[in-house]
């Protein structure tokens, strides 16, 4: 620290009043920025760059939001301080969701296959691009929401939030390509005139385990492609990140996705088990350590 303020003496630069506050992985940050800057002419930009930057992200209310369970908002369990990891700051509170919701939320998933199966391709179609113009709309909330809870600078967040804008969208494409094959069988005299026909069903409801390192385009990577074919979903998101998930949950329901059609809970490591050895999921989409699906 004191060869930086020497350093910052020596050349007239002038660092946040707080510096000494920050997390030890923005200390390093601004270091390196501040060493890898000295030699460039620009080196007053990216620091203005970087206090803009601050003061955008921490100039917001603190969220409240509970977690989606079977088309209703929760927030009868404990509640779970999100802070940001560079400045320590409050960025909302949600909520702990239990085993009996985890259990609730498949049993919600499995009536609600029941109508998404259903769903013709151009149906699946509208709801995802819906989807797809939602999060286009709030793209800057959604920035900010990333570079708040997972210490991502916006211009990264951003990135990311267009990344989920064309999953979405190519999702909503293959929405109506979900094709088949017609195969010939007169291999022989016997199966003269015999076709065979191959169809493509949704599978089931899955379960979606997602890190905190990509929180809206993993959740993304799970959501559009098993909206697309008609299954339902139950989504535990990173502990660190679940407001980005919560949001986007909030514009999947309103684009006209069934209720208990996406449940979305924080769950803790030993109840995610549940979503993963129940038979009734048909399918687990896992992105994050193992300990985050619980034993």
Known sequence: ???????????G??????FA????RDVSR?????LGSAAHAGIAARYDFWTSYEHDITNTTSLDVGFLLDGKWHKDGEP?????????QLVGVTYRASAKNAEAAIAAAVRAFEVTRKLGGYERQRILRAIASGIEKQRDEFARIMALEAGK????????????IFTFSVAAEEAVRVGGEFLPLDWQASTAGRWGIVRRFPLGPIAAITPFNFPINLVAHKLAPAIAAGCTIVLKPAPQTPFTALRLA???EEAGWPAGGLNVLSLSNDDAGLIISDDRIKLLSFTAAPRSAGN
């Open 1 to 11: 620290m004191r060869d930086l303020r020497a350093f910052r003496a020596a050349r």
């Open 21 to 24: 506050c920050l997390h030890r």
């Open 250 to 252: 909030r514009i999947i």
């Open 80 to 88: 779970i301080e999100i802070r940001s990891p560079g400045t320590g």
């Open 13 to 18: 630069f002038r660092l946040p009043a707080d």
């Open 30 to 34: 601004h270091l390196i920025f501040v």
């Open 153 to 164: 600078p916006l211009k990264a967040s951003r990135v990311e939030v267009d990344r989920a």
